[in-house]
């Protein structure tokens, strides 16, 4: 399927910086989901978007959706050492169950 | 880990010999998807299925094969003909088969092959 691309590929930061993921499509998204996975670990579902311009928070989680359905980021405020790990975008095509096509991911290493 | 099951976490094989990894969920739900996850690639779609008795190749089929005889089960067989085995193979699924359901992942295995 249509790939979606995230940058950067690694962040490294230091604890209590911010951090910021961004995913791009050239197509139109009906949505898009973001998921985490811990080192060693599987995806998590973190959150989902549908509306145009939408906004949703999750306590120091900041996820974006752009005007264009074409784009996505994903900040985090003061990071801790429990924001390690890959953070993924991931969209269905659109028009039936085919599976999410995910990016690459972000790795988000973070130094004490 | 959200009732999805898979089983050996790890598992090691020789080259040109067919495997199966175990994918069991008690959730209900009527999709299931397997991915393969290698380092700097992300998460591509190997087989998914809507419901039983039916399944779908995704983007990277070629040498695996899928069974959905039960809407509990959805194993993955690894056959020779798969150039490159060895990979984090990832077994998740979701209440509905539209585009807005949120996706639970099992722990995955890790094959390896010798």
């Not at chain 1, 599987?42 to 120091?60: A, D, M, N, T, Y």
């Not at chain 1, 890959?86 to 995910?102: E, I, Q, V």
């Amino acid at each position: 399927g249509q790939q979606v691309m995230q940058i950067p590929q690694y962040q490294h930061v230091q604890e209590g910086e911010d951090f910021t993921t961004y995913c791009n499509s050239s197509t139109t998204l009906s949505n898009i989901q973001w998921y985490k996975q811990r080192p060693g670990g599987h995806p998590v579902f973190l959150i989902q978007l549908v509306k145009s311009g939408e906004v949703k928070k999750q306590k120091r989680l900041t996820f974006q959706f752009g005007e264009a359905k074409k784009n996505s980021s994903l900040h985090i405020t003061a990071t801790q050492t429990t924001d390690v790990g890959t953070y993924f975008c991931a969209k269905y095509s659109g028009g039936g169950a085919d599976g999410l096509t995910f990016g690459k991911g972000t790795h988000l290493i973070i130094q004490p | 880990d959200g009732g999805i099951t898979q089983s050996p976490k790890y598992l090691f094989r020789k080259e040109g010999q067919n495997v199966t990894l175990s994918c069991e969920q008690n959730l209900n739900h009527d999709a299931m998807y397997w991915y393969r996850q290698d380092p700097g690639q992300g998460l591509r779609l190997i087989y998914y299925s809507q419901i039983v008795n039916d399944f779908q190749k995704g983007d990277i089929a070629e040498g695996y094969s899928v069974s959905r005889e039960k809407k509990e089960s959805f194993p993955l067989t690894v056959t020779s003909a798969q150039k490159n085995p060895t990979a984090f193979y990832l077994c998740a699924s979701s209440a509905g088969a539209g585009g807005t359901d949120t996706q639970y992942f099992g722990p995955g295995t890790r094959l390896t092959v010798l």
